[in-house]
């Protein structure tokens, strides 16, 4: 199996900064994109943003310029640095991953247990 763990969510107030971090553990062979996605109350669970193996992000158009994904790819680990943050970024954060367990094994998502960020106004 696989486990994704998140940590790093709390409670800011407006213009600060949080950095959250997602480590992938497991029966793991490859792993694909890993991303970030969030879910405010009431409302659909949201692309925030998205890193290829290979590099390429695709952040939403709401956090580009604020938010900065990086990966450690040894570590199996994904950053989120989250700047200027604003009350509309308060969510519950997932981080995904599309993962191989083994070779020639199809790719799964998995996704963690999410992580509240609370942006004060």
């Known amino acids: 199996q696989v486990q994704l763990v998140e940590s790093g969510g709390g409670l800011v107030q407006a213009g600060g900064s949080l950095r959250l971090s997602c480590a992938a553990s497991?029966?793991?062979?490859?792993?694909?994109?890993m991303g970030w996605y969030r879910q405010a109350p009431g409302q659909q669970r949201e692309l925030v943003v998205v890193?290829?193996?290979?590099?390429?992000?695709n952040y939403a158009d709401s956090v580009k310029g604020r938010f900065t994904i990086s990966r450690d790819y040894a570590k199996n680990t994904v950053y989120l640095q989250m700047n200027s943050l604003k009350p509309e970024d308060t969510a519950v954060y997932y981080c995904?991953?599309?993962?191989?367990?083994?070779?020639?094994?199809?790719?799964?998502?998995?996704w963690g247990q999410g992580t509240q960020v609370t942006v004060s106004s």
């Open positions: 995904n991953a599309i993962v191989r367990m083994r070779w020639r094994d199809p790719e799964y998502d998995y």
């Open positions: 497991g029966s793991i062979f490859s792993i694909n994109a």
């Open positions: 890193i290829s193996s290979g590099g390429s992000t």
